[in-house]
């Protein structure tokens, strides 16, 4: 049997559609900070040129089930202060964003969050180690998951935790650790003990945000919009205990199912194939397709990555990816 690694009280219930969670928001301990716009750097040119690298097929195929590791997602709302300004959303309306874009080549390795319900930490730490490689052209080392899992008060170690859980805990002038130079902080499954106080190297950001309206899902051209501008990753979740989506192994994801939000994962590139986006930012039920970082290492999926329809043919999200996007502002 798959274990879950679900707190169920603060699990998120399902709800269909694209403004799928509610808008009355638990109030959060979070030093917002300013300066959003700062944060993004023009991709102009060289964001037109990235390459899907991957040839887009129409099926998928199914891994053992023995592959499949924990997830761990609790769910927690967060207030309007801390979702992006509506004049930084309009600006990146009006950006002109590639049918395809594919940042994996920039990335920092796959990685393993094993039998711990930490998916949260995992996206996280590589959402932070990510965009610090891509902005400055180098990969700043291994991010402590064990330092979250042990020390984060906004989680429940391997039972799970979600966006607050890392970002609040990382706020500005709080480091994110990094393996300390002893070994105390190396990933272990939750079963470190990593000081309080971070040893070692450590990163540091300006602020985080959540992509979108306040109790509304981010569009597609909200999530592309930022990509496209920063050149960097953001964090997303997903239910991935729904249908064949945690069994698969390569090609394009079509099997969606929309269920329970239960694991984190990260979204570093997209196809449009050539769709327009609507109104609502969105394009066409069944097209477009995103290329989504996991991890449970490189034995799953394409060498740790997947292919997913963005939709299903009724347009609901496919396995409700992105029902919830968080980004970091860098120093």
């Given at each position: 049997?798959?274990?879950?690694?679900?707190?169920?009280?603060?699990?998120?219930?399902?709800?269909?559609?694209?403004?799928?969670?509610?808008?009355?928001?638990?109030?959060?301990?979070?030093?917002?900070?300013?300066?959003?716009?700062?944060?993004?750097?023009?991709?102009?040119?060289?964001?037109?040129?990235?390459?899907?690298?991957?040839?887009?097929?129409?099926?998928?195929?199914?891994?053992?089930?023995?592959?499949?590791?924990?997830?761990?997602?609790?769910?927690?709302?967060?207030?309007?202060?801390?979702?992006?300004?509506?004049?930084?959303?309009?600006?990146?309306?009006?950006?002109?964003?590639?049918?395809?874009?594919?940042?994996?080549?920039?990335?920092?390795?796959?990685?393993?969050?094993?039998?711990?319900?930490?998916?949260?930490?995992?996206?996280?730490?590589?959402?932070?180690?990510?965009?610090?490689?891509?902005?400055?052209?180098?990969?700043?080392?291994?991010?402590?998951?064990?330092?979250?899992?042990?020390?984060?008060?906004?989680?429940?170690?391997?039972?799970?935790?979600?966006?607050d859980s890392a970002n609040d805990f990382i706020h500005p002038g709080?480091?994110?650790?990094?393996?300390?130079?002893?070994?105390?902080?190396?990933?272990?499954?939750?079963?470190?003990?990593?000081?309080?106080?971070?040893?070692?190297?450590?990163?540091?950001?300006?602020?985080?945000?959540?992509?979108?309206?306040?109790?509304?899902?981010?569009?597609?051209?909200?999530?592309?919009?930022?990509?496209?501008?920063?050149?960097?990753?953001?964090?997303?979740?997903?239910?991935?205990?729904?249908?064949?989506?945690?069994?698969?192994?390569?090609?394009?994801?079509?099997?969606?199912?929309?269920?329970?939000i239960d694991h984190m994962i990260n979204i570093v590139g997209w196809?449009?194939?050539?769709?327009?986006?609507?109104?609502?930012?969105?394009?066409?039920?069944?097209?477009?397709?995103?290329?989504?970082?996991?991890?449970?290492?490189?034995?799953?999926?394409?060498?740790?990555?997947?292919?997913?329809k963005m939709t299903d043919a009724q347009g609901q999200r496919c396995?409700?990816?992105?029902?919830?996007?968080?980004?970091?502002?860098?120093?």
């Amino acid at each position: 049997m798959i274990k879950r690694c679900l707190v169920l009280a603060f699990a998120c219930v399902f709800i269909a559609g694209a403004q799928s969670f509610a808008s009355d928001k638990t109030q959060v301990n979070f030093d917002q900070g300013t300066g959003v716009n700062s944060v993004v750097r023009s991709f102009g040119k060289e964001a037109q040129s990235k390459k899907f690298s991957s040839s887009v097929v129409k099926t998928y195929t199914i891994a053992p089930y023995e592959s499949i590791h924990e997830t761990g997602f609790i769910h927690k709302s967060l207030p309007k202060s801390d979702w992006e300004s509506a004049s930084v959303s309009a600006q990146r309306m009006s950006l002109p964003i590639p049918n395809t874009f594919d940042l994996r080549p920039e990335l920092t390795p796959i990685q393993d969050q094993g039998q711990c319900g930490s998916c949260w930490a995992f996206s996280l730490t590589a959402t932070n180690r990510d965009g610090h490689a891509i902005a400055d052209g180098k990969d700043p080392g291994d991010l402590s998951q064990e330092w979250l899992v042990d020390n984060s008060p906004e989680a429940d170690g391997c039972n799970g935790g979600d966006f607050d859980s890392a970002n609040d805990f990382i706020h500005p002038g709080q480091p994110l650790a990094g393996s300390d130079p002893q070994g105390r902080c190396f990933y272990q499954e939750g079963a470190g003990q990593c000081p309080a106080k971070p040893q070692g190297p450590v990163m540091r950001i300006k602020a985080w945000h959540m992509l979108g309206k306040p109790g509304h899902s981010p569009s597609e051209r909200d999530i592309e919009a930022y990509m496209t501008k920063s050149g960097k990753p953001v964090s997303v979740d997903v239910a991935a205990a729904t249908g064949d989506w945690e069994n698969y192994q390569s090609g394009v994801y079509n099997g969606c199912k929309m269920g329970q939000i239960d694991h984190m994962i990260n979204i570093v590139g997209w196809d449009n194939q050539g769709a327009k986006f609507g109104k609502n930012g969105n394009l066409p039920p069944g097209k477009g397709v995103w290329i989504l970082r996991n991890s449970w290492g490189t034995s799953w999926g394409m060498n740790g990555y997947m292919l997913s329809k963005m939709t299903d043919a009724q347009g609901q999200r496919c396995n409700d990816v992105a029902e919830e996007a968080a980004y970091f502002v860098f120093k």
